[in-house]
Every structure is written in structure tokens, then in C-alpha cells.
């Protein structure tokens, strides 16, 4: 099984800034893609930023140039620096991961329980 631990999220003033981590554990062979996604209530959960193990990165539109995904492969950690947060951002952030568990074994998506954000204006 692996599993997927966010933390780091709270409430933040407006203009302010978060870290958020992800550790990934458990049987793990390798680890392609890891990434952030979010859902405010009643919308739909959406992309934040992905990085492929290569570091390769991809942002929504809504975030590009506050917020920046970083990964330590040798941690199977994935980290989220947000800056100059608004009250839109406001959701909770989900962490993902693709993942396999052995040589053998096929990709698989697996999600975090979700870590809160919450910005005052």
C-alpha cells in the first residue's frame, strides 16, 4: 500500500504565503508524476501544479507565477510554495502521486486525504 501525507496548510492573510509538503510511503518501486490539486466547495477539484520525476513542471493558469512545486525524489516528498495567496485559493489541497509499487506492477494514481487553505482577505 502507499500512502500519502499532506501538511503545512492553516489560514493566511491575503498577499501572504504557505508551504505545503507531501510525503509519500509504503511500497514504493518508483514514483512518476507528483502533483497538487485543489477543490473550493461546490466546484470542481482542479490542477494546481504537477512535476514529473525528470522535474518537469505544468501550472494552472490561476497560479502560474505564485505558486512553485518542487521534489526531493530521494524523500518521495513534493512541496508546494504559495505566495502572494489570495482568497480565491481558498480550497482544500489534495496531494497526488503515480506511483509503482513494483518492477512488476502498472502505474497507479493515489491521493492524499487533503490538507485545508484557507486566505482572509
Known amino acids: 500500500q502507499v500512502q500519502l501525507v499532506e501538511s503545512g496548510g492553516g489560514l493566511v492573510q491575503a498577499g501572504g504565503s504557505l508551504r505545503l509538503s507531501c510525503a509519500a510511503s509504503?511500497?514504493?518501486?518508483?514514483?512518476?508524476?507528483m502533483g497538487w490539486y485543489r477543490q473550493a466547495p461546490g466546484k470542481q477539484r482542479e490542477l494546481v501544479a504537477s512535476i514529473t520525476s525528470g522535474g518537469s513542471t505544468n501550472y494552472g493558469d490561476s497560479v502560474k507565477g505564485r505558486f512553485t512545486i518542487s521534489r526531493d525524489n530521494a524523500k518521495n516528498t513534493v512541496y508546494l510554495q504559495m505566495s502572494s495567496l489570495k482568497p480565491e485559493d481558498t480550497a482544500d489541497y489534495y496531494c497526488?502521486?503515480?506511483?509503482?509499487?513494483?518492477?512488476?506492477?502498472?502505474?497507479?494514481?493515489?491521493w492524499g486525504k487533503g490538507t485545508l487553505v484557507t486566505v482572509s482577505s
Open positions: 509504503g511500497s514504493i518501486f518508483s514514483i512518476n508524476a
Open positions: 497526488n502521486a503515480l506511483v509503482r509499487t513494483t518492477i512488476a506492477t502498472v502505474t497507479m494514481n493515489y
